[in-house]
């Protein structure tokens, strides 16, 4: 069975930088895309960014276009996501999630979901 344990977060000031890593366990189906969705209280799921385990492409969402870079970790099936210039509105639950299609933002067609992690931006 997927897993996945994320690590990272945390309370950073406006402007500060955070990094948030994602471990998964269990994957046999290939290709996938590992990235990040966030929630803010009050909001719906929204995608943030993914990597392709085929070709390591890359895709964000506009918010966070230039600001924002995923990568892959050190292990086979990992994560990171490195957040920089952070704004209040990066506010939120940040969900490590695990998608064997190949779009990404629709939280319908994500497969697997980690525990969530909190990014709290002070302005």
């Known amino acids: 069975q997927v897993r996945l344990v994320e690590s990272g977060g945390g309370l950073v000031q406006a402007g500060g930088s955070l990094r948030l890593s994602c471990e998964a366990s269990g994957i046999i189906v290939r290709p996938y895309r590992i990235g990040w969705f966030r929630q803010a209280p009050g909001q719906e799921r929204e995608g943030v960014a993914s990597?392709?385990?085929?070709?390591?492409?890359?895709y964000y969402e506009n918010p966070v276009k230039g600001r924002f870079t995923i990568s892959r970790g050190n292990g086979k099936d990992t994560a990171r996501l490195q957040m920089n210039r952070l704004r209040p509105e990066d506010t939120g639950v940040y969900y490590c999630?695990?998608?064997?299609?190949?779009?990404?933002?629709?939280?319908?067609?994500?497969?697997?979901w980690g525990q969530g992690t909190q990014v709290t931006v002070s302005s």
């Open positions: 990597l392709s385990s085929l070709d390591e492409s890359t």
């Open positions: 999630a695990v998608s064997y299609g190949d779009s990404w933002g629709d939280p319908d067609y994500i497969d697997r």
